[in-house]
């Protein structure tokens, strides 16, 4: 396969204007992606001379879903609102851009070897897809529901992974009594906080809890960072970052 110069700058310059408009809102990101797949497939001859209206509609919704359940979505720069946790198509410009290779390389799940549960499958598939280590996903389901895929917080949070309705709404999960909803959607909100803060481990764990917002106020940009300026973090926080480490330990083998 081989793709001439000129078609190469021209994919260059479409993936460098998506990300350098972040104002241009979910339905300009979308027309975008579509644009960059069209021009691909253009440049390597799969493309679907003549498509119709109605079959442009379903590649372009594909491709959303693709963009939404796989790892690119990451790489677009999605964010959640401060506190809410609800799910925003429109990247921001303040915050860090942090490539999937020092995520990996930060949170790594090469040759993983954890305590058995009952959702291993479910784990090991949302491990692979969002690049979270599986000991960390049963650490924080452990920690949020000791396994109990029914249970419901005083706050309204459910399932295993304990997703509150709107973040789950903006994680695509339409029933987090769902396991397999539920974990795929934890995770996916995990590694958005582990990208979000470079890999920091703590701070994503901080950021989990208590909204990536609080944590972002704080001004720190590390985990040692945030260890010093833990008081400042409601006390449930601060336990919950102890909490799940320990489980993870627990969980590694």
Avoid: C, H
């Avoid at 104002?23 to 498509?51: E, I």
């Avoid at 490539?99 to 390389?105: I, Q």
């Avoid at 049963?138 to 005083?154: C, G, M, R, Y």
């Amino acid at each position: 396969m081989q793709i001439d110069p000129n078609g190469s700058r021209q994919l260059l310059e479409l993936q460098l204007s998506n990300v350098a408009n972040p104002s241009s809102g979910s339905a300009g990101a979308a027309n975008s992606s579509v644009d960059f797949a069209n021009m691909m497939d253009g440049l390597l001859g799969t493309g679907n001379r003549g498509t119709s209206s109605s079959d442009a509609s379903s590649a372009s919704l594909g491709l959303s879903k693709r963009s939404n359940d796989g790892l690119l979505w990451l790489q677009l720069g999605s964010q959640y609102s401060s506190d809410s946790g609800t799910l925003l198509t429109a990247s921001t410009s303040s915050s860090p851009s942090v490539s999937l290779s020092s995520l990996l390389d930060a949170v790594s799940t090469n040759g993983e070897e954890t305590v058995p549960t009952d959702y291993d499958s479910l784990i090991a598939a949302a491990s692979a897809k969002y690049g979270v280590p599986e000991s960390l996903i049963k650490a924080v389901i452990d920690t949020e529901s000791n396994f109990n895929p029914n249970v419901v917080s005083s706050a309204g949070a459910k399932g295993l992974m304990q997703l509150m309705d709107g973040t789950a709404a903006g994680l695509g999960v339409s029933n987090s009594f769902d396991p397999a909803q539920n974990i795929d959607g934890g995770t996916k909100y995990l590694s958005l906080q582990l990208q979000r803060f470079g890999g920091e481990v703590k701070m994503a764990l901080a950021a989990y809890n208590a909204g990536p917002g609080r944590v972002s106020r704080l001004g720190v940009s590390n985990d040692t960072e945030l260890m010093n300026a833990l008081k400042l973090l409601p006390t449930e926080t601060q336990a919950y970052i102890a909490k799940v480490e320990k489980a993870q330990a627990k969980y590694t083998l």
